[in-house]
């Protein structure tokens, strides 16, 4: 379990965003290569230091109604 300073420094890092949530151990599911992260603290403290946080846009999921990011083109595992 990772402590608020260990989660800050990963969120300020250089790493790909992909990369810092998998780090920190946050649930995430892809469409293609588009990246889906669950609205909460730790995500949006990664969306407000994302270098292209503009582009990122919030839904509420179909099945649950649970509000989520998604980030265009982040999911790195995504194989054409």
């Known amino acids: 379990m990772l402590n608020e300073t260990q989660k800050n420094e990963i ?9 810092k949530v998998k780090k ?14 669950f609205v909460n603290d730790d995500t949006t403290k990664i969306i407000d230091n994302y270098e292209f946080k503009s ?3 919030t839904f509420k999921s179909a099945v649950d109604g649970i ?5 265009p083109f982040a999911y790195e595992d995504y194989k054409r």
Not at 11 to 19: E, L
Not at 30 to 35: E, G, P
Not at 67 to 71: A, C, F, G, N, Q
């Open 55 to 57: 582009i990122v846009t």
């Open 11 to 19: 969120i300020k890092s250089n790493i790909s965003i992909f990369q």
């Open 24 to 37: 920190l151990g946050i649930d995430f599911d892809n469409y293609y290569s588009d990246l889906y992260l």
């Open 67 to 71: 509000p989520m990011y998604e980030v």
